[in-house]
């Protein structure tokens, strides 16, 4: 094995392998660019895999990444060499890239080439890395990280975009019910609502076999699933995590699965906070952690935060599918190829048209293709600007989804537009119903061209051959390495291609335009180890808590709202912490780092006099606006018999008791600004909590606009014309943003606090109505409720309640059980609804009921 490794070390320092390697590069990168490609004779072929065979042998990540990489730029052209299938056969076996092998095999038949040890190393391979209840066989990383968890009670991994890390969690969620016998509940965190049901879709396929166990995504368990040896598996954001924990009744969770793990510790990312203080709540009852990353080259951090064994970790660097990187320079008119060798090649190319559209059509044809516009006002845009000059595109399954569309929002929304060409736009807020039909239409390929937001860095599976990356940034933010390559590393399908293309394209002047500092993210491949602030204290973190416990200025005037949001939310923890006396890493180094940091606290813990329970329940929330709202005597408790002028009264009440005019005023949904917001939040919740169709709250919003005359944007009033096809989309997206954002996250957050904070002070039967329910679910109908903690959106638990409530059976209000076959024959087939209805009930759609 020494003389292997030394043998692949003298092979990666070659001079005539970089000289190979660097020609096949070339190649690829003219072939893609319909540039007259150079040619490799038949002894640089051969030597190139001869290379790729020695360096495959190899243990170093390099080595097997380079091993895989010839082989991906060899294949397009040499897919039919008998040579050529030999080698990539057994490179591919002694990788144990068995998606890629199982893709490449379907190009020839040369298994009897094989020489017999590879013959035998292959067939053990898919004897002992077959998945269980799977056709699947883990590649030779994956099958290392699986045998290390099942020996491990905490674990960190990371590894890249396409590793498959979820396909792991599973494949161990899976070993763990068999060998413990379905003794566990599980909860999977995900980082937010938009990859909820994604997750618990996956999760309802992949154990459909298993009888015991529901899988659930609301903190609370339905009555029917309540039986003697009932299991569960949770998809959580962090708040519902929160909210699941602080209820002493719900069933004890045993493991905890933090998917796209990087999001805990994430510098300028406001919800990262929150994520912390979930997963500290969680180790707090004894659940064991497991915590899954993209490209972060110090996974053990996230065990340090919660004081586990550093130990327990894996980093993966080999990928199981290869990545080409361009810059495609449409202002100054130049193409770089970034080689795996460190160095850049110019492509010699013909800039007589420098228009955007026109490169992705010639670049992208005939494959599927992300393009990512950081904004959403971008990603709609660029769409439908793109989409004009396309040929209409006609299927029976664009059109469904157009009339879903029409039916579920608005007839003129441009999304509709741009399916016409076969086009479409993505980002987090879409609605579900919608946002699952597109990915579909994407996987399909009835849409090649897929325009959208960072939603993708949260983890939404849609991986396409191209990758098109028009801006730098995430927000205001600029990429950092992480969020690069989990964005850059959907380039590319395991097991439908070799390889994937990432474009940085500049098409404006501001994008990329500092090209020596904004396209290292690009050209260097390996992350920097994350330095977390509550360990760090970089950029005067800790000093900055103590300005917000203090009710100081910050250390920088010029801070931005989300900087002050996370010292905030920071400082509400300590002091939460402080309080129920946890020595957290948080605290710990806070009191370290700061000589004034204990008398601080405990002169704040002294004022407050709120359960921990609720300040814990509501960290988001400045505890000395609770304690105010605890101690005073003039709180009025809300009713279920509400409308729009109560709701006005009531926002106007919730404004003073938390101070929205100084802490809801700046950052990306702000409360307060203008005051008069709190008017257009009125006509939205009492839409919304009335269970009125999406479709019919867009409509009233427009008149209230309408009858306004002006709209809110980007800091100011605009003339508003109800007739304008622009507006009524502006409106469009302002409401299923708002209520998404602000009334079933920040309206939400408030209204649970002030239910909590009655609750305590009256009790129960004094408290009144909580409000917060109502933002979540959008309803005031329990029975609604109900129906979706079982799983079922809220459109589809209003047909079902509307048209067949003899299905259902409900006692004191709970529902008990629901008679499904019944339910599928009285169900209209012609309905929009029918596909989704059966999917959820695992019916098949193409069976007449």
Not at 536 to 549: D, H, M, R
Not at 552 to 577: M, P
Not at 632 to 642: K, Y
Not at 708 to 720: A, D, L, P, V
Request: proline content about 3%; overall charge neutral; some cysteine.
């Amino acid at each position: 094995m020494r003389y292997i490794e030394e043998l692949a070390q003298q092979a990666l320092d070659d001079e005539y392998l970089h000289e190979l390697f660097f020609k096949i590069e070339q190649i690829q990168a003219e072939t893609f660019f319909h540039i007259e490609p150079q040619d490799l004779d038949e002894k640089e072929l051969f030597d190139l895999l001869r290379f790729a065979d020695i360096l495959s042998r190899s243990k170093i990540d390099e080595a097997k990444n380079k091993a895989y990489k010839i082989i991906s730029l060899l294949f397009d052209k040499y897919s039919s060499n008998a040579v050529f299938q030999t080698f990539a056969n057994s490179i591919l076996v002694k990788l144990g890239n068995f998606q890629a092998l199982s893709f490449i095999e379907k190009f020839s038949n040369t298994e009897s080439k094989l020489p017999y040890e590879i013959l035998y190393e292959k067939s053990l391979k898919e004897v002992f890395q077959k998945i269980s209840h799977s056709e699947f066989i883990f590649t030779d990383s994956q099958y290392h990280i699986f045998e290390t968890l099942k020996n491990s009670n905490h674990f960190s991994f990371s590894g890249p975009t396409s590793l498959g890390k979820s396909f792991i969690i599973n494949a161990f969620i899976r070993h763990l019910i068999t060998e413990h016998r379905g003794t566990d509940n599980l909860v999977i965190l995900v980082p937010s609502r938009a990859l909820i049901n994604q997750t618990v879709n996956k999760l309802k396929q992949e154990f459909k076999d298993v009888e015991n166990y529901t899988i659930l995504a609301h903190p609370s368990v339905p009555v029917m699933f309540r039986k003697e040896n009932s299991r569960y598996i949770f998809v959580f954001t962090p708040e519902r995590l929160i909210a699941y924990l602080s209820k002493i009744d719900n069933p004890k969770i045993d493991y905890l699965f933090v998917n796209e793990a990087h999001k805990v510790i994430a510098p300028t990312d406001t919800r990262s906070p929150l994520y912390y203080h979930a997963i500290l709540q969680a180790e707090r009852k004894s659940i064991k952690l497991f915590f899954a990353s993209p490209n972060v080259e110090n996974p053990e951090i996230f065990l340090q935060l919660f004081e586990k064994s550093q130990d327990e970790k894996i980093v993966i660097k080999s990928s199981p599918v290869a990545k080409n990187r361009y810059f495609l320079d449409l202002i100054e008119n130049k193409c770089l190829m970034f080689s795996e060798l460190n160095k850049d090649y110019k492509l010699d190319m013909n800039f007589s048209n420098n228009d955007f559209f026109f490169w992705l059509k010639k670049l992208g044809n005939n494959d599927k293709n992300i393009i990512y516009c950081n904004s959403k006002k971008d990603t709609i845009s660029y769409a439908l600007d793109f989409s004009k000059n396309q040929p209409i595109k006609k299927s029976n399954n664009l059109e469904s989804v157009k009339e879903l569309i029409k039916e579920y929002l608005h007839d003129k929304y441009y999304l509709i537009d741009c399916l016409d060409k076969g086009i479409a736009f993505h980002f987090g807020n879409l609605p579900q119903l919608i946002r699952e039909k597109i990915e579909w239409l994407f996987e399909e390929k009835e849409i090649d061209y897929l325009f959208c937001t960072s939603t993708l860095l949260e983890g939404v599976n849609l991986p396409a051959k191209n990758i098109f990356i028009l801006a730098n940034k995430i927000g205001l933010s600029k990429f950092t390495d992480v969020d690069f390559w989990n964005l850059a590393g959907r380039a590319g399908r395991m097991t439908k291609e070799m390889s994937g293309n990432i474009i940085c394209v500049r098409e404006k002047e501001n994008k990329w335009n500092n090209q020596k500092e904004d396209l290292k993210v690009v050209r260097n491949k390996i992350s920097k180890p994350f330095e977390p602030l509550m360990i760090k204290g970089q950029g005067k973190f800790f000093e900055n808590i103590e300005a917000s416990l203090t009710n100081k200025d910050f250390s920088n005037k010029s801070s931005s709202q989300s900087e002050k949001d996370i010292w905030n939310y920071y400082a509400n923890l300590i002091l939460i912490h402080e309080i129920k006396q946890d020595d957290s890493v948080l605290r710990t180094n806070f009191i370290t780092k700061n000589k004034n940091a204990l008398k601080i606290l405990q002169e704040q813990k002294k004022k407050i006099s709120v359960p921990e329970k609720i300040l814990s329940a509501s960290s988001m929330i400045k505890p000395k606006y609770q304690n105010e709202i605890y101690q005073s005597s003039d709180t009025q408790f809300l009713s279920s018999d509400f409308n729009y002028s109560v709701i006005v009264g009531v926002l106007q009440n919730l404004a003073e008791y938390y101070n929205w005019e100084n802490e809801e005023t700046g950052g990306k949904n702000p409360l307060y600004k203008p005051s008069e917001k709190i008017k257009y939040y009125a006509v939205l919740m009492d839409n919304w909590m009335k269970s009125k169709p999406l479709k019919m709250i867009i409509s009233n919003t427009i008149i209230y606009y309408k009858n306004k005359g002006q709209i809110w944007e980007n800091g100011s009033y605009i003339q508003f014309n109800y007739k304008e096809k622009h507006d009524i989309n502006k409106v469009i997206n302002l409401v299923i943003s708002d209520i998404d954002n602000v009334l079933r996250f920040k309206l939400k957050n408030y209204f649970e606090n002030y239910y909590m904070l009655l609750k305590e002070k009256l009790g129960a039967l004094n408290a009144g109505a909580n409000w917060a329910d109502f933002l979540e679910y959008g309803t005031t109908d329990s029975k609604i409720i109900e129906l979706q903690n079982i799983g079922i959106p809220r459109h589809l638990a209003q047909y079902i309640l509307e048209n067949h409530e003899s299905c259902l059976l409900f006692e004191n209000g709970l529902l008990q059980s629901i008679n499904k076959n019944k339910l599928h024959q009285n169900f209209d087939i012609e309905s929009n609804l029918y596909n989704e209805f059966c999917e959820l009930f695992g019916f098949d759609k193409n069976t007449t009921n």
